[in-house]
T-cell receptor
Framework: SAVISQKPSRDICQRGTSLTIQCQVD?????MFWYRQQPGQSLTLIAT?????????ESGFVIDKFPISRPNLTFSTLTVSNMSPEDSSIYLC????????????FGPGTRLTVT | KNQVEQSPQSLIILEGKNCTLQ??????????LRWYKQDTGRGPVSLTI?????NTKSNGRYTATLDADTKQSSLHITASQLSDSASYIC??????????FGPGTRLSVLP
């Protein structure tokens, strides 16, 4: 299994500012993902973080709003830019060890509140 | 459109009782189905994974079933405990990389 840590675990931010969330995995993984979970809702995939290249974004999510970095096989960051109260959510990092693996692991999440 | 539906939306049971959660999906072509448990304020944790050829899988007091013909799955929890209070999420994967998440069932176990 993969152990995933996220920083920060929670934050309260003012609208118009940006927050960068870090995701660290204890082993090299092929695939890393970023999800958003709005209050009372299930998870929505924001993007797949690709090592050494631009992330692949899902419909409704754009790079200018959610820039993602993945410099190596164990680390990724998600930035929530120019925040508004609608961005208040839990942001979760997720990984798969191999593209063909069925197992998908989730980090503990970052709870973001925008005031 | 690929969809995953779960029922009930929420459920309250007494400690020690059994319960069954349902998942219906339209995802095709099907690769695998997973049940996750998500405690409040935490990330989801995998309970079971089933592929097309598997129709039942257990993990302690959790037993999942899969009927690939009717595209239905269930998660049965036996002798519930207070720590079972959580959201249970059904996730169905297409062949390839696409995952479709269900809305979850919120289970509350009362003493």
């Amino acid at each position: 299994s993969a152990v995933i840590s996220q920083k920060p675990s929670r934050d309260i931010c003012q609208r118009g500012t940006s927050l960068t969330i870090q995701c660290q995995v204890d082993s090299q993984v092929t695939m890393m993902f970023w999800y958003r979970q709005q209050p009372g809702q299930s998870l929505t995939l924001i993007a797949t973080a690709n090592q050494g290249s631009e992330a692949t974004y899902e419909s409704g999510f754009v790079i200018d709003k959610f820039p993602i970095s993945r410099p190596n096989l164990t680390f990724s960051t998600l930035t929530v830019s120019n925040m508004s109260p609608e961005d208040s959510s839990i942001y979760l990092c997720s990984v798969k060890a191999r593209a063909s693996s069925y197992e998908q692991y989730f980090g503990p999440g970052t709870r973001l509140t925008v005031t | 459109k690929n969809q995953v539906e779960q029922s009930p939306q929420s459920l309250i049971i007494l400690e020690g009782k059994n319960c069954t959660l349902q998942c219906n999906y339209t995802v095709s072509p099907f690769s695998n189905l997973r049940w996750y448990k998500q405690d409040t304020g935490r990330g989801p944790v995998s309970l079971t994974i089933m592929t097309f050829s598997e129709n039942t899988k257990s993990n302690g007091r959790y037993t999942a079933t899969l009927d690939a013909d009717t595209k239905q799955s269930s998660l049965h929890i036996t002798a519930s405990q207070l720590s079972d209070s959580a959201s249970y999420i059904c996730v169905v994967s297409e062949q390839g990389q696409n995952f479709v998440f269900g809305p979850g069932t919120r289970l509350s176990v009362l003493p």
